[in-house]
């Protein structure tokens, strides 16, 4: 399967923006679907995920209430809403897809990885 992420750029600190991850190639709903986001000289850190069965959780409670993952079959795509951004959500942001219908929170476990979107979010 093939991502592409979208949907980043520079917003001011309160702005929003949402993230796209479309996926091709191969039958969608075999997939689970994570975000990742990194920093720089920081670890890679799960944002949230999304299998064909759920409409998508996020994880952290540094994006909890602000960011929300939805998720549309009939478009292979997987959103990722970010409101009320901070500038400590400056990351590029990754979506990456594993076979199954079990999300995971670890990088290591997923296949397939998108390309990632910079987003960047000024005080």
């Known amino acids: 399967v093939q991502l592409q992420a979208s949907g980043g750029g520079l917003v001011q600190a309160g702005g929003s923006l949402r993230l796209s991850c479309v996926a091709s190639?191969?039958?969608?709903?075999?997939?689970?679907l994570g975000w990742f986001r990194q920093a720089p000289g920081k670890e890679r850190e799960f944002v949230g995920g999304s299998s064909w069965s759920d409409t998508g959780r996020i994880s952290g409670d540094s994006v909890k209430g602000r960011f929300t993952l939805s998720r549309d079959n009939a478009k292979n795509t997987v959103y990722l809403q970010m409101n009320n951004l901070k500038p400590e959500d400056t990351a590029v942001y990754f979506c990456?897809?594993?076979?199954?219908?079990?999300?995971?929170?670890?990088?290591?476990?997923?296949?397939?990885w998108g390309q990632g979107t910079q987003v960047t979010v000024s005080s």
């Open positions: 190639g191969d039958t969608f709903s075999d997939y689970a």
């Open positions: 990456a897809a594993r076979r199954g219908t079990t999300v995971a929170s670890t990088g290591r476990r997923y296949n397939y």
